[in-house]
């Protein structure tokens, strides 16, 4: 399983030396929660394009990518976040009216896609689209901050999305990948990677006051 951070715990003034530090350790992928102030239930602000912008000039094109959509008019706005230098775009299956149509566009502007539910969402809302999908992501918290408690509920839901993946794939069909957000730490990673998962973002439990990013990483790494 590979780790993917979320950068919410940060100190925003400091974000490049993070940034850095989470390469330095070796990571690969950065996941961008994106909110706009109105979509999630506390109704906060994260940050926009000009940041995704700023990010991916600091990392280069090696580091990939994501951009977490909990925003109410992602179909509207997700090309701002492709152009800032997004690979990945994941929209909430809660917030969209056409999946099949942001799933094309993104798709013919050149960009991986994704769709994310939340926790209380029913899988059989993201089935129909798994085939056409790059990655589906299952939110382990409510979306709205970092430092929240993992869902261990969530199971059921990932395993039923690990099993419709690999069916996929044995009919010679994409290798969506899986992949969860929010709690994941030491204690609990092995956990998640049992279920399957192909990447599972950590927020918290990366970046904190405890240690550095390089140990925390390491902890997680080598609890797999
Ligand atoms: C929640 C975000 C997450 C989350 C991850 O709304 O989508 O990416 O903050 O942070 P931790 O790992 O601290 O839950
Ligand atoms: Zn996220």
């Known amino acids: 399983m590979d780790i993917a951070p979320s950068i919410l715990t940060a100190d925003f003034t400091e974000l490049g030396q993070v940034l850095d530090e989470a390469i330095d350790a070796g990571i690969t992928w950065v996941h961008l929660d994106v909110m706009d102030g109105n979509w999630v239930v506390n109704k906060t602000i994260t940050f926009g394009p000009a940041v995704v912008r700023s990010i991916r000039e600091r990392l280069g094109e090696d580091v990939f990518i994501d951009c977490h959509l909990m925003i109410t008019n992602a179909e509207e706005t997700w090309e701002q976040y492709a152009d800032a230098g997004a690979n990945l775009i994941i929209a909430h299956i809660e917030a969209i009216e056409d999946p099949e149509e942001i799933i094309d566009e993104i798709r013919r502007a050149g960009k991986e896609v994704g769709l994310v539910l939340n926790p209380d969402t029913d899988v ?34 990932v ?47 990366l970046i904190n006051k405890a240690g550095s990013i390089k140990d925390n990483l390491e902890e997680i790494t080598s609890s797999l």
């Open 124 to 157: 059989g809302e993201v089935l129909p689209y798994l085939a056409d999908l790059d990655l589906v992501l299952v939110m382990s918290v409510v979306p709205g901050k970092g430092g929240q408690s993992f869902m261990p509920e969530v199971e059921d839901k």
């Open 159 to 205: 395993r039923r999305l690990r099993s419709k993946i690999d069916h996929q794939v044995a009919n010679g069909g994409r290798r969506t990948k899986l992949m969860i957000d929010g709690g994941v730490k030491a204690n609990n990673a092995k956990l998640v990677s049992s279920w399957g998962v192909d990447i599972a973002v950590v927020g918290s439990g």
